[in-house]
């Protein structure tokens, strides 16, 4: 088995010392056996969150049908179904058909899934540099599409993507030492997912259904495109069916999610893919519950998870880099406390909890945030950045998708390039992110069972456990130091008041 050295590496006999006391306070914390924690995925459920469900397959169902409606009224005839009556006086002269669009979607869907499973079948053996390639082009490849969008005299998406660029370069700044160690968490993910091939099937079976949606969802917006709506009702509509497709696309990625953290959980609390006391069809088990019982709480997670998730890291990077501005660092901490009081009921690591245990999200997300805060490793959780660089690479996977789709349309109807663009973009970002939930489901699982148990982690990996434990020490020594610095300056900053009063 190889192993990445890394400066986190410990062999003293104080870190020794201190990794029997992380295990010692987690097991505390747990409260429970390993054995029954993993039998509770076969167990009887309730159904959770009916609600989101019902509200999600409504909006399949209204959405599906607009899509289709929108995409046969100009399907091989200008305004089949007389629609354009109700909007006369936002009509233009010019005006296509659908299939003059639908086949620029068609490609774009299709680089974007190449692109995803190149990506899973790369995943054992050159998931290193992948991750670096994720990281380092993404600044460079933002800055590019930034100057041509210049040249091309399209200023908006000029100014968007070179502010995208930079706020990029920033936070790769504000992290560059936690990059190791994130590298480190993502290879053992990476090992874990790859001695499960059924994890890798469950992938490229959500991409094809993925798929299928976007034949209809692309129909709907060629004809969008191809409308003869005015280009502010076709941004508008199209928005509209981005909104639709992200959702989409983030409930397919959370349910893979939850099917894999049932998986890799499994293989970590028995001790094995072939263990004798794992329960039969365990892959079935958690596919079961991630469509029926759970499948209302990955929906209303779906809805904000991912945006909170994004905000907390900018603001965690920028809050890093702020320096001694006490009336931006002031605003900045508002802003930072209210998103750490969201993540506490909107978190990626409910989704484990949801796996294993069947409960609600909101009350998954708090019990996983209070198990990190019970022991600890919520200081470890904040370090790491595997779920940022996972991001970078589905933004990579999306802008190259766009870009491929911008050429071919900017060949034959360049008045539409930015609006099949920018559409074919999410739908890359979707597809592409399919592929990389993957090792994300991995992380949070491994995050758990250490939290959870860190035997269970020593028992997989003993070198792993001992990095994991090393830095976890390293955070919370820094956390503590930087306690005791605030607190100093308060006093001080007091008793100069008080001086001073006097």
């Known amino acids: 088995m190889n192993h990445t050295q890394t400066p986190f590496s410990s062999s003293s006999s104080s870190s020794s010392s201190h990794h029997s006391a992380t295990i010692t306070t987690a097991q505390q914390s747990a409260g429970g056996n390993p054995i029954s924690m993993g039998s509770t995925l076969g167990a009887s459920r309730h159904w959770r969150d009916v609600f989101w469900l019902g509200i999600f397959v409504l909006h399949l169902i209204l959405v599906g049908f607009a899509l289709g409606v929108l995409g046969f009224n100009r399907f091989r005839k200008k305004d089949r179904l007389n629609i354009d009556q109700y909007t006369i006086k936002f009509l233009e002269n010019q005006a296509g058909l659908t299939e003059d669009y639908w086949p620029l979607y068609a490609v774009a869907a ?103 949606w976007l034949v209809l969802w692309s129909f709907g917006a060629a004809g969008v ?65 991630a469509v029926t019982t759970s499948f209302g709480s990955i929906c209303y997670g779906s809805l904000f998870t991912a945006a909170i998730r994004t905000l907390r890291w900018e603001i965690r990077g920028f809050r890093s880099k702020i320096g001694n501005n006490e009336c931006l660092l002031c605003c900045v901490d508002f802003l930072f406390h209210l998103v750490e009081t969201l993540v506490r009921f909107f978190n990626k690591y409910a989704y484990v909890q949801i796996a294993v245990y069947g409960k609600n999200f909101n009350h998954s997300a708090r019990d996983a945030w209070e198990l990190f805060q019970s022991t600890g490793v919520e200081a470890l959780v904040a370090y790491d950045c595997s779920g940022a660089v996972l991001l970078m690479g589905t933004l990579l996977g999306g802008l190259i998708t766009g870009t491929c789709a911008v050429v ?21 970002m979707v597809l592409v992110g399919l592929a990389m939930v993957v090792v994300e489901s991995a992380v949070t699982s491994i995050y758990i069972c250490y939290a959870e148990d860190p035997l269970l982690i020593h028992r997989w990996d003993p070198e792993f456990f001992n990095q994991m434990s090393e830095t976890l020490h390293q955070r919370l020594q820094h956390r503590s130091a930087r306690a005791r610095e605030g607190l100093s300056q308060h006093r001080l900053s007091d008793h100069i008041q008080e001086t001073i009063s006097i």
């Open 225 to 289: 495109v191809a409308s003869g709506i005015g280009d502010g009702g076709r941004w508008w509509l199209l928005a509209v069916f981005s909104v639709s497709l992200f959702w989409t696309g983030a409930v397919l990625c959370n349910t893979v999610h939850v099917i894999v953290s049932g998986m890799v959980f499994l293989v970590l609390i028995h001790g094995g893919r072939d263990a004798a006391s794992m329960p039969r069809n365990p892959l079935l088990q958690s596919l079961r519950h």
């Open 110 to 212: 299709a680089i974007s899934t190449v692109m995803g499973w190149v990506w899973l079948l790369l995943l054992g053996s050159r998931s290193n540099q992948m991750m670096k390639v994720s990281v380092h082009i993404l600044t460079t490849y933002l800055a590019v599409l930034s100057v041509l969008c210049f040249w091309g005299k399209l200023v908006f998406w000029g100014v968007a993507f070179a502010i995208g660029s930079g706020l990029q370069f920033l936070y790769i700044i504000s992290v560059i030492d936690r990059l190791p160690f994130t590298m480190l968490v993502l290879q053992r993910a990476v090992k874990m997912v790859w001695k499960l091939p059924e994890v890798m099937r469950v992938a490229c079976a959500f991409m094809l259904v993925m798929l299928l």
């Open 408 to 428: 071919l349309t900017r060949i034959k109807h360049p008045d539409r390039e930015m609006m099949i663009g920018s559409t074919a973009i999410l739908m890359g």
